[in-house]
């Protein structure tokens, strides 16, 4: 069994994103490699940790690749709006779908919908986006069209989305591009690069893959903070697919942390040297969403709280060691314990603004 640091670890992990060395790739790949990007609370955050990640990019990268196709941005961890290419989405998508949630007693009375009328009701929202993107007032006004749907006007047009999500799981409809403020939805079924909803035993191992190559050395509680809480898998789904996917997983020790890392990872892996490359990143950035803000190792205890109610990340070495805040051109930075300014930190402020297209002072520290 191979045995490593956890600073070495991390490092691996932060060139793994394209944290250090910054990579060189498209707004597209980088969301592949993260597997999904967190936009439902601030979309410009969700754009600057893609940045963050490529050394040419421009403002609007992402706004691009989601009017080519090669990204989709549609309701999955959580329920919330994340970005993910179409095959990466299709994969997960599956897996939150696998749920059914729509069948629950409480959805069927709510909506005063039983099991069966899905599949006709799917086929109308279809249809009704077949021509291009539509409000949800617009897909509403369509759909309830037709007698039996009447009542659903204010489920579609309801700001929880709660009621379009089940569409978006199946595969029928993505987030479309906003209209003077307004949310669009989008039909899939004419999308170029969506493959449809692969069938349940085979997302599964590839969902677990996936998280791996991203997010390792995993845990079964960093698995289960991303598929079971995220996406609402079973544990013993979870435990089946790590089966499946057999030799392609492998454990290393960490410190003496027995976690999985993919087998083509392991060269890698063995390489790895500690980073003491200095990051900022925003808010609810996938660094810590993808473990979850309670591992210990990327989030220690004492900036959790603070992480967890969406400050900026200072990370040091791919921990995160501060926070940080930009106020009138100058960009302060504040840790819960009297520690020194983490040396890098103006250069990164430089590249921050060369981002941002706007000057930045020298950084400013607090305790």
């Known amino acids: 069994m191979l045995s490593l640091t956890w600073p070495a670890a ?54 691009r690749a989601l009017a080519d196709g090669t990204l989709v941005s549609t309701f999955a961890f959580r329920g919330a709006v994340h970005l993910m290419t179409p095959d990466t989405a299709a994969v997960h ?14 959805w069927q009375s709510h909506y005063a919908l039983a099991p069966d009328d899905w599949p006709a009701l799917r086929a109308a929202v279809r249809e009704a986006l077949a021509d291009g993107p539509l409000t949800r007032a617009e897909l509403a006004a369509a759909v309830t069209a037709e007698g039996r749907y009447a009542h659903l006007g204010t489920a579609f047009t309801d700001p929880s989305a709660t009621f379009l999500k089940p569409f978006a799981w199946q ?21 170029p690069g969506w493959p449809g909803l692969p069938a349940l035993e085979d997302a599964g191992p590839r969902a677990v893959e996936a998280y791996v190559r991203a997010y390792g050395p995993a845990s079964a509680a960093n698995l289960a903070h991303w598929l079971s809480q995220g996406l609402g898998v079973r544990q013993t789904q979870l435990r089946a697919w790590v089966g499946v996917c057999g030799e392609r997983l492998t454990t290393v020790s960490v410190d003496g942390e027995e976690r999985w890392v993919h087998r083509d990872d392991l060269d890698g892996l063995a390489a790895a040297r500690p980073s003491d490359a200095v990051r900022l990143l925003p808010r609810y950035d996938q660094w810590v969403l993808g473990p979850g803000t309670a591992d210990e190792r990327v989030v220690p205890p004492a900036v959790r709280a603070r992480v967890s109610r969406g400050a900026d990340l200072v990370l040091v070495g791919g921990v995160v060691a501060r926070t940080w805040t930009v106020a009138g051109g100058t960009v302060t930075t504040s ?20 981002i941002l297209g706007r000057p930045l002072d020298r950084a400013t520290v607090e305790p």
């Open 10 to 63: 991390l490092a691996w992990r932060l060139g793994r994103h394209g944290l250090d060395p910054v990579g060189s790739s498209s707004a597209a790949e980088v969301v592949a490699t993260l597997v999904a990007v967190a936009a439902q609370l601030d979309p410009a955050s969700a754009e600057l940790g893609v940045r963050t990640r490529c050394r040419g990019s421009a403002p609007g990268d992402v706004a």
């Open 335 to 354: 840790c819960d314990a009297d520690a020194p300014a983490p040396r890098g930190l103006d250069e990164e402020v430089a590249r921050l603004a060369a």
């Open 93 to 106: 998508l599956a897996l939150r779908a696998a749920s059914r949630m729509w069948e629950r007693p409480g």
């Open 171 to 191: 595969g029928d409809l993505s987030l479309g591009p906003s209209r003077d403020g307004r949310m669009t939805l989008q039909g899939l079924a004419t999308h």
